[in-house]
């Protein structure tokens, strides 16, 4: 059974960069598209972007401009890059992955999330 | 795509049925997910495809749909079925409906 993991800095500053990693283990990253989704306390879930194994990407319109998706096949990693943070992307950060089922791609697999706090 | 989910909270009893709402702002024909979370926890498949159920979903819960009504329904509340419910659709990339909580009454 596939299990990922994120990690990554809890307490950023604005203006600062977030960069997290989301580790596969179980199961290989090629194949799959991969996301990160986010959720701000107490609110409700946000995708991020994902991507497929050979690089491409596809990211939300209202990020695109500060996302990064990249992927390390190698070390089964891959990783998300926010540049330009403000308080308003404190949430918790997790990495999933879609797979085929019927006729589109749903996530089935989670991370178990990373709190990410950007506070002066 | 907006999903727009009512109510925001529905209060009932373990045993009763509980119908959950997600209305699209345009036809996302059946590429609607359901998904379970509950407090610390990721979210959780549970319909695919608006009527077809995850790997390991009880029969107690199941959707129905197509274009932009779809309906979650929980036939009998267990204890741990109170969680936080979201839809989402896969038509034109991906959004999240607001969710709702449903709690105990």
């Known amino acids: 059974q596939v299990q990922l993991q994120e990690s990554g800095p809890g307490l950023l500053k604005p203006s600062e960069t977030l960069s997290l990693t989301c580790t596969v283990s179980?199961?290989?990253?090629?194949?799959?598209?991969w996301s990160w989704v986010r959720q701000p306390p107490g609110k409700g879930l946000e995708w991020i972007g994902y991507f497929f194994h050979t690089g491409s990407t596809v990211y939300n319109p209202s990020l695109q401009s500060r996302v990064t998706i990249s992927v390390d096949t190698s070390k089964n990693q891959f990783s998300l890059n926010l540049n330009s943070v403000t308080a308003a992307d404190t949430a918790v950060y997790y990495c999933?992955?879609?797979?085929?089922?019927?006729?589109?791609?749903?996530?089935?697999?989670w991370g178990q999330g990373t709190l990410v706090t950007v506070s002066s | 795509i907006v999903l727009t989910q009512s109510p925001a909270t529905l209060s009932l009893s373990p045993g009763e049925r509980a119908t959950l709402s997600c209305r699209a702002s345009?036809?996302?024909?059946?590429?609607l997910a359901w998904y379970q979370q509950k407090p610390g926890q990721a979210p959780r498949l549970l319909i695919y495809d608006a009527s077809s159920r995850a790997t390991g979903i009880p029969a107690r819960f199941s959707g129905s749909g197509s274009g932009t009504d779809f309906t979650l329904t929980i036939s009998s509340l267990e204890p741990e079925d109170f969680a936080v419910y979201y839809c989402q659709q896969r038509l034109n990339w991906l959004t999240f409906g607001g969710g709702t909580k449903v709690e105990i009454k």
């Open positions: 179980g199961g290989s990253i090629s194949g799959f598209y």
């Open positions: 999933a992955r879609d797979v085929r089922l019927g006729n589109r791609y749903y996530f089935d697999s």
């Open positions: 345009q036809s996302v024909y059946t590429y």
